[in-house]
């Protein structure tokens, strides 16, 4: 008899469920997705309804249910941290106490309620045994056991669990030993969220801006190397293992209700926090590219680490850092690892799986199932898939102009047409991605060739800041004709150059130009695609994955010759990701977009009826 294991993140940011069957991953889901509350934190009830009807069973037939981390350690932390800053803190403390001594620190009989609500008889309480593996343990679940490896190094970075930051281990079969922990408040990912904050962007959502911003930054200006100098000696101290030892002076995040002591860093730095929404000048981008180039330089120096403690071939990486794509594309680069797998849903999101994961396999002998060059995340692909029906059903309620096209194959030759035109497709297919990435299934793409596609789908379509990249998502057999690769990227957690033989050399005064006429220089001749600095966050597509993605794209290969197009998430700033066609449909109307896809009806924007909106979404979706 199948045994069904639900596991849960919750409380934090990017609540999430997933459902795992004997080990396989059935579903998985982030609650922003049905609630739509850009990383909603709140109980996941309606991601754990979703995973317990993929899996087609009822709550009650769950074997074990498991959180993803130890709310007691966790607020143990919280205590000898107030205790060993105090009288520092007060605020923080009279803010996060009455909540935890209300709910969280019952937090198994918190969630017993919860479980009660999904029960058949909600009179009835819940009997499934309810784990509790710790936070870092989870997210090294996560990374391990869906990856491609027998046994490999395991490295997590975030910014704090119950008390470790960053931890380095091994996974060997089915078991996951955990050798090095680093421990709070000494965080590579509280040191990126504090520059995050300073230059203007909000924490534990823009932490991906600024990765993106730094390389607008000039790498031999004298400012540059500067910060990086003042970062290396008055910030943190970074040992030759990768630990690091943050001067506690310079931040807040440990007992205040912010990321930095700002009349500090302004002092150190000479420059005030940047106010969000502002424009951004040059002492800015050189500020991200010095804590990028730091970022890096530990990460590297962690990975050595791991590569030394465990002897192994391959690494795997999960936790919020490891979504930092530039930093992963180096590590890849630096041939430390044979290969390196990353957990696609790397945050706490992912931490549901991993939950799931571990209550399966550790402290048990069940062998792990792992197939050689294939994940078993399913392409990421874990999340709802809307029918023919439930389509037409949301195109009757908006009275909605459409064309159904019976045979697909037709309907990708004249989406590969109108991406040619230079045309912007909302394109809806299959099960919704898991993670933060959009990967064909609810991604907005255009052509990668046009000149000014990343301005129309910044500014008219994503309504969110211009000098920010999109990722190309190219067809797997083809990496090698446009990136400085020579493996599978499927889940957009690579950043590498673009070859150089598409280059387009930059002016000798590009580095004096402001953000934006950088931005709009041609770099290649794939321009919506290349970052400034001749980068690429690419995601490759495998036909047999996400076989409809793929045709789309080849289509469009064989129109024009280039097997390659932009793809961005399904959204505008601020709003999740889309899951339903109702949502897909609404984003479609608010925005500039030519066309949407759902399914095989295709919708063209001059054909629908006037849109009235019902509320204010620019005010419902705050900026992230």
Known sequence: MSEYILGISAYYHDSAAAIIRDSEILAAAHEERFTRIKHD????????KYVLKEAGIKFEDLTIVSFYDKPLIKFERLLET????????????VTAMPVWIKEKLFMRRMLNNKFSELLTNPNNKSKIPLHFPEHHLSHAASAFYPSPFEEAAILTIDGVGEWA????????????????????????????????YYTGFRVNSGEYKLMGLAPYGTPNSEQTQRFKELIYKELIDIREDGSILLNMKYFNFATGLKMCNDKKWEALFGIPPRESETDITQEYMNMALAIQQVTEDIVLRLAKTAKELTKKDYLVMAGGVALNSVANGKLLKSGLFKDIWIQPAAGDAGGAVGAALASWYIGTDKQRNFKKDTDSMMGAYLGPEFGDKQIQSVLSKFDARYSYYDDFNELTKEIASMIDKGKVIGWFQGRMEYGPRALGNRSIIGDARNPEMQKKMNLKIKYREGFRPFAPSVLEEDIGEYFELDRPSPYMLLVVPVKESRRIPRPKNYNSLKLLDRLYQLGSDVPAITHVDYSGRLQSVNKNTNPKYWQVINEFKKLTGYGIIVNTSFNVRGEPIVCTPEDGYRCFMRTEMDYLVLGNYLLKKNDQPSWQEKENWEEKFKLD
Do not use: C, R
Not at 41 to 48: D, K, L, Q
Not at 82 to 93: D, E, N, R, T, V
Not at 178 to 193: A, Q, R, T
């Open 82 to 93: 107030y205790h060993a800053f105090a009288p520092k803190g007060l605020a923080s403390f």
């Open 165 to 196: 930051t960053s931890t380095i281990g091994y996974g060997t079969g089915s078991q996951i030993k955990i050798l090095k922990e680093l421990h709070f408040p000494h965080s590579v990912g509280l040191l990126y969220s504090a520059f995050t």
């Open 41 to 48: 934190m709140s109980f996941p009830t309606n991601a754990i």
